[in-house]
């Protein structure tokens, strides 16, 4: 069963406090790994798609890295309007369904 | 820019009834999806659907539950005869052909079954 672990549960930054986020799979046959960002009572909100390790992506303060085992959404001088829950998911095999982790939940202080 | 949109965005039901939770797909996508999201708890899937028929359903999907398109816009989830633990937010979602695991969101309906 694909499964997909978040950490921290919560983050709690200052404003300019850079951070990364993690999120470690176990799959079999990786697809892709994407992270969405999600406001409260809101869907959640395309950010990045990986497909293979080594692979980076980029928007504006958010820096997405993938390895073979885990991925990194990192947050460079973060702004409060980035205060939001990031999800991570996963699609293996020949599905294209997403399996997401509980997400972190990003607080960003003035 | 293309957005999924739902109605109705809140659905307040008596146990026992049945709800239908509409979506319209961004317009040259071809792949949807159904997932719920229990209060506190991870989105889950429920369901896809490609070329008129169902692509792939979980373990929640059960005979409760059944998803259409009945026009070249819409897509429908209909819960038979809701339950309290149906109780969510419902999202659906689309992709395009030759990207289908991109899937983007649209707002929710929040679904109350009392």
């Known amino acids: 069963e694909d499964q997909v672990t978040q950490s921290p549960e919560a983050l709690r930054l200052q404003e300019g406090e850079s951070s990364s986020l993690n999120c470690s799979y176990t799959?079999?046959?990786?697809?892709?790994l994407f992270w969405y960002r999600q406001d409260p009572g809101k869907g959640p909100e395309f950010l990045f798609t990986?497909?293979?390790a080594g692979e980076e992506k980029e928007k504006e303060r958010l820096k997405a890295t993938l390895t073979k085992k885990e991925s990194f959404l990192h947050i460079t001088a973060p702004k409060p309007e980035d205060s939001a829950t990031y999800l991570c998911?996963?699609?293996?095999?020949?599905?294209?369904?997403?399996?997401f982790g509980t997400g972190t939940r990003l607080q960003v202080t003035l | 820019e293309p957005e999924v949109t739902q109605t109705p965005s809140h659905q307040v039901t008596q146990m026992g009834q049945e709800v239908i939770l509409r979506c319209v797909p961004i317009?040259?996508?071809?792949?949807f999806y159904w997932y719920r999201q229990i209060l506190g708890q991870k989105v889950e899937f429920l369901v896809s659907?490609?070329?008129?028929?169902?692509?792939?359903k979980s373990e929640i999907f059960d005979d409760q539950f059944s998803v259409e398109r009945p026009d070249g816009s819409n897509f429908t989830l209909k819960i038979r005869s809701t339950k309290l633990e149906d109780s969510a937010m419902y999202f659906c979602?689309?992709?395009?052909?030759?990207?289908?695991?991109?899937?983007?969101f649209g707002p929710g309906t929040r679904l109350t079954v009392l």
């Open positions: 979602a689309s992709s395009e052909v030759g990207r289908q695991d991109t899937q983007y």
């Open positions: 799959v079999s046959g990786l697809r892709g």
């Open positions: 990986l497909y293979s």
């Open positions: 998911a996963v699609s293996a095999g020949t599905a294209s369904k997403l399996t």
């Open positions: 317009s040259n996508h071809l792949y």
């Open positions: 659907f490609y070329n008129n028929e169902i692509s792939e």
